[in-house]
Structures are given as structure tokens and as C-alpha cells.
């Protein structure tokens, strides 16, 4: 069983900036693809930032320039660094990473709240 721990959510005024962290515990040979997602009100999960083992990173276009995404494969966790913070921004923050334990799988964290104030 894997487990995913989100951490660094909360409140903050538009310009403002977070940090999420994601941290993956459990039975874990290797880890692969990380990625944040996000999801508003009444829309769809979309893809914040993703990246790869290697560290190759990919951006929604409406994050590119504010939102950073790093990864510590040691500690097996993944960070989201967001800067300049729009009321836009306001979400439940996901992550998302594929753990390879015998077989590919991919687990999702339990969610933390985004909220941007103008």
C-alpha cells in the first residue's frame, strides 16, 4: 500500500505565494511521472505541472512563469512552488504520483485547499 501526504495549502492574497508538498510512503520500488492537478468549482481536474524521473517539467499555460514544480526522488516527494497567486488559482490542489511496486500504479493525494483572495 502506498500513502500520499499533501501539506502547505491555505490562504493567501492575490501576489501571494505557497509551497505543497507531496510526500509518497509505502511499498515503493521506484517512483515515475509526478504531477500536481487542481480542480475548481464546478470544472474538471486539470493538469497543473508535471514531471518526469529525469526532472523534465510541463506547465499548464496559465501557471507557466508562477508555479514551480521539483521533486525529491530521496525523499520521495514532490513540491509545488507557486508565486504571483491570482484569485484564479483558487483550488482543491491534487497530487499525483505513479509508484512502481511490482506493477505500475498511480495514486492520488487527498487533496489541499487553495484559496486566493483578491
Known amino acids: 500500500q502506498v500513502q500520499l501526504v499533501e501539506s502547505g495549502g491555505g490562504l493567501v492574497q492575490a501576489g501571494g505565494s505557497l509551497r505543497l508538498s507531496c510526500a509518497a510512503s509505502g511499498m515503493i520500488f521506484s517512483i515515475g511521472f509526478m504531477g500536481w492537478y487542481r480542480q475548481a468549482p464546478g470544472k474538471q481536474r486539470e493538469l497543473v505541472a508535471g514531471i518526469t524521473t529525469a526532472g523534465s517539467s510541463n506547465y499548464a499555460d496559465s501557471v507557466k512563469g508562477r508555479f514551480t514544480i521539483s521533486r525529491d526522488n530521496a525523499k520521495r516527494t514532490v513540491y509545488l512552488q507557486m508565486s504571483d497567486l491570482k484569485p484564479g488559482d483558487t483550488a482543491v490542489y491534487y497530487c499525483?504520483?505513479?509508484?512502481?511496486?511490482?506493477?505500475?500504479?498511480?495514486?492520488w493525494g487527498q487533496g489541499t485547499q487553495v484559496t486566493v483572495s483578491s
Open positions: 499525483n504520483v505513479n509508484v512502481h511496486n511490482g506493477s505500475w500504479y498511480s495514486y
